[in-house]
């Protein structure tokens, strides 16, 4: 039969079925046959649908990675900037972790400089803000890197009419890396000053930096203000307020001021409204807050959201390490379902050392932590490390 005649037939019983997995199955099929056929259109047009039933976020990034390999086959450019595109949009917003978007970036990039004619440098430069943040968040980016990244968005947000707000945002972010808290909120006062313009992040983002600037600051009733004037003029968005609220609830219980307790219910009311991986980080301040008061809840917590940093950027990973140390800190045999065995310390009869959980844990941020440093040129993820385990050993 002829392959085509197949993929029509594939086709016809993929529309009629109702049931999803025999849909993924029959698509699944019909991208085989396209496969061995070097229909590279009709394989990159499969998938797009397989990546809309498709649940599991790594294989729809499998499927964006497969679907550009195609599009460079075929030497179709375009195709190939748009998959880029959809890849970097999915990772960024879906997981943990920005691994194969920067190689993505790098292409698209080059393609903006090379082609101008044909592709425009401003559908791009808002992705490029993400991944310059990421590439702050990534150990193995060098300083010299940063700053190179840094300069060009600079240069090419104002050649494309922008001001400097998009720019701003990773600036902050290195500031915050590097333990610079007093030139970050000096950056935010010029943000702020600088106004609103197509590139900047959506208010309740930049609201949510603000608070997280001043809670790093110690300047608590600011902070407080400024999540009340959230709250007026209520600001929300993707991960807005609930990574407000987990700011809030752990600082606020390192501080030992205010009312944590307050910020800690309701980001566990937000969770299940931004229910994916990329809020793992959120949710272990959470958990970290759980450990003091509540050890169960904060297993429970654990158990129901820990494979979700499994891949996560290395500063995500350090921050998750250090607000779990606490949860495993006294020497306890637990029972904990579900956990992936991907973990170093996976049991498949579900008992575990807590010892053994704190150890890895601690060597991880412990890790982090110099490598961070080392390229940072400072001593700043260490202090954060040290100041953590001495707040556990006294509360």
């Not at 998009?166 to 006062?189: F, L, M, Q």
């Not at 700011?247 to 030992?256: I, P």
């Amino acid at each position: 039969m002829n392959y085509r005649l197949e993929l029509q037939k594939l086709s016809l019983q993929i529309e009629e079925t109702k049931d999803q997995e025999e849909r993924k199955k029959l698509l699944k099929q019909a991208i085989d046959i396209a496969d061995m056929n070097n229909d590279f259109y009709e394989g990159i047009d499969l998938r797009y649908q397989l990546i809309e039933e498709e649940q599991n976020v790594d294989f729809r990034i499998k499927l964006w990675k497969q679907s550009i390999q195609l599009a460079d086959s075929a030497k179709d450019l375009e195709e190939s900037f748009y998959l880029r595109k959809e890849l970097i949009e999915e990772e960024t917003l879906s997981t943990a972790k920005c691994i194969d978007s920067f190689p993505a970036m790098t292409w698209i990039l080059n393609a903006v400089d090379t082609y101008p004619d044909r592709f425009n440098e401003d559908e791009v430069l808002w992705q490029y803000k993400w991944l310059a943040n990421s590439a702050i968040d990534n150990s193995n980016v060098t300083y010299t890197q940063i700053e190179e990244v840094l300069d060009d968005l600079k240069i090419r947000l104002e050649r494309n009419g922008y001001g400097l707000g998009a720019y701003y945002v990773p600036k902050i972010e290195w500031d915050i890396s590097r333990g610079y808290i007093e030139s970050a909120i000096h950056t935010i006062k010029e943000r702020d000053n600088y106004g609103r313009d197509g590139m900047s992040d959506c208010e309740a983002c930049e609201q949510n930096l603000k608070i997280r600037v001043k809670l790093l600051a110690g300047q608590i009733e600011e902070a407080l203000q400024d999540m009340n004037e959230m709250k007026i003029k209520k600001l929300t968005c993707a991960e807005v307020p609930f990574e407000t609220y987990t700011y809030l609830t752990y600082y606020l219980n390192k501080y030992q001021v205010g009312n944590a307790n307050e910020f800690f219910n309701k980001g566990l009311n937000e969770i299940q409204e931004n229910a994916e991986p990329n809020i793992i980080e959120g949710i272990s301040r959470l958990i970290n807050y759980a450990s003091y008061f509540d050890k169960e809840h904060a297993l429970l917590l654990f158990e129901k959201y820990a494979n979700w940093q499994l891949g996560a950027e290395d500063c995500a990973l350090f921050n998750i390490s250090l607000n779990f140390l606490k949860l495993f800190q006294q020497d306890n045999i637990l029972n904990i379902k579900g956990l992936s065995s991907e973990f170093p310390f996976y049991n498949s009869n579900q008992k575990y050392d807590s010892h053994k959980i704190y150890n890895y844990y601690l060597e991880q941020a412990q890790k982090l932590a110099d490598k961070f440093d080392a390229r940072n040129q400072t001593d700043n993820f260490n202090t954060l490390l040290k100041k953590e385990i001495e707040f556990n050993q006294v509360h």
